[in-house]
């Protein structure tokens, strides 16, 4: 509904303003009197060609929500950003199967970014609205808009990026682009025949964009005529846009009347090498005892080398009201790059039906490390000591024990113990600090002293420094009393 607005006045200034905005293509090359304009160069496809000025009837109405059937869980996995759509790296999320122009969105998410991707019957420009808390588009500041051109020979598509602010508390929204990093939002996107592919990743803090499993997001993909980004004249502010839900999860299933599975991870962030255990449990709310013919666990898209592919066959029945438990592990190899992987379960039943069940991992570094001096800066009255704090955060499974070695630090200064000294954090995804102490002469002089260290776990080092700034005594000298 739009905002009830009690002065007569603005309310005609604004109702005739809508009726401009709803009764005309937003593009200056539509208007009476005014010549169309070829796209730029850059912006033309070769086969076929594109014809820049968008066909009657064609803008996009809003005010109706797509009313195409939605897959509404999207998996956290990271697709490769090269302009191919790989049907085993992205969630499929709608289908538009009539119009001008049809086609399939795509959306994916990490805890990086947030994925969408289009494959259309023809070139056409895409606009991409993302209400970040999905908390409604005439709501907050989290409402982004993405104008992305067409694909073209040897180049990425266009992008024009702008943010519907509707935090003022006088209900006047408006288009802004202040705090956008339109450079940090990447795109990809390729011709073959007339079928076009485009990927986008919209990094998180966009607009309040913060993925998280669990999440909802609003959104909504539409496909117009080619034009360049710049030619798209958005909606007015007060324009209420209708998007669709998109919940952004670590798991999805696919069922049958009566059996439904869940899949459990040991570990949703992961290091290479470790062993990774996963549980199918798969309930069976029928009367009847359900046969099955195998069980098959399989890594998806670029998790196929990731895990181990095990299939049983002929597995136990499932008894009538029963849930039935089937374990899995696998060692995940030991040069498996960083980025989030997906582990793939399906049950064949006897009569042939199957179900499954997928859950996504994300492989980060064993540690995250950094120096830490303490007091900062540090003051000299007399021998001062200086604790130099090293907080390491662990994802290595049970306990992290490595080797701290000090490399260079000041020759004058007295280092309590040995420069090389182990250092443990207890339990996975915890925080350790180790403390290093030095007992720093009477006569140091004020400055900037570099530390370098590293940290030497199995075959892996990491490299640490820090820079300890030492002030001189005259802060500690009272001042002289005054009389």
Not at 5 to 27: E, M, W
Not at 59 to 86: C, M, Q, S, Y
Not at 295 to 313: E, F, H, M, P, Y
Not at 354 to 369: G, H, K, L, N
Request: hydrophobic share 40%.
């Amino acid at each position: 509904m739009l905002p009830v607005i009690k002065h007569s006045a603005y309310n005609l200034l604004c109702v005739g303003a809508f009726l401009i905005g709803t009764i005309s293509f937003p593009s200056a090359q539509t208007l009476p009197g005014l010549p169309a304009q070829p796209a730029p160069p850059s912006q033309q496809t070769t086969t076929p060609p594109a014809t820049p000025t968008p066909a009657p009837g064609s803008a996009v109405d809003f005010r109706t929500r797509p009313p195409w059937p939605v897959a509404a869980h999207i998996l956290k996995r990271t697709p490769d950003l090269n302009g191919i759509i790989e049907d085993d790296q992205w969630n499929p999320f709608y289908t538009v199967a009539s119009g001008p122009i049809t086609g399939t969105v795509f959306c994916d998410w990490d805890d990086n970014y947030l994925y969408v991707a289009a494959r259309t019957s023809q070139p056409a420009t895409l606009i991409i609205d993302v209400d970040a808390s999905d908390n409604g588009w005439l709501r907050g500041s989290d409402n982004l808009e993405l104008v992305v051109g067409p694909a073209g020979p040897n180049q990425k598509p266009a992008l024009v990026a702008r943010v519907l602010d509707a935090s003022s508390a006088k209900d006047v929204p408006f288009w802004t682009t202040q705090g956008l990093d339109v450079n940090a939002i990447l795109t990809a996107g390729r011709l073959i025949g007339s079928t076009q592919e485009i990927e986008v990743a919209i990094p998180k803090d966009t607009a309040g964009l913060l993925p998280t499993a669990g999440a909802t997001i609003g959104l909504r993909v539409e496909f117009i005529p080619p034009i360049a980004p710049t030619a798209y004249t958005p909606t007015a502010p007060y324009e209420p846009h209708l998007l669709l839900d998109a919940n952004l999860v670590n798991s999805e299933v696919q069922t049958v009347p009566g059996i439904t599975p869940h899949l459990e991870l040991s570990d949703y962030r992961c290091i290479a090498g470790q062993k990774l255990f996963a549980t199918l449990f798969l309930l069976n709310q029928t009367d009847q005892t359900i046969p099955l013919r195998s069980v098959l666990w399989q890594g998806v898209g670029n998790s196929k080398n990731a895990v181990d592919t095990i299939s049983t066959v002929t597995p136990p029945p499932l008894p009538p009201r029963k849930t039935v438990k089937f374990g899995y592990k696998t060692i995940l190899p030991k040069d498996l790059p960083l980025g989030n992987y997906t582990l793939q379960v399906t049950a064949t039943l006897g009569d042939g039906r199957q179900v499954s069940a997928s859950a996504s991992f994300t492989i980060v570094e064993p540690i995250e490390a950094h120096l830490q001096p303490y007091p900062d800066p540090l003051y000299i009255a007399g021998t001062t000591r200086l604790d130099l704090r090293v907080v390491i955060t662990s994802a290595v499974p049970d306990h992290f024990r490595g080797r701290l070695e000090l490399l260079q630090y000041p020759k004058a200064w007295q280092l309590e113990g040995n420069p090389e000294r182990s250092v443990v954090v207890y339990g996975e995804d915890a925080t350790g600090i180790s403390h290093v102490y030095f007992n720093l002469p009477a006569d140091t002089k004020p400055g900037d002293y570099p530390i370098e260290a590293r940290i030497v776990w199995l075959d892996k080092t990491w490299p640490l420094h820090c820079t300890v700034h030492v002030a001189g005594n005259e802060a500690l000298t009272p001042p002289p009393n005054k009389k």
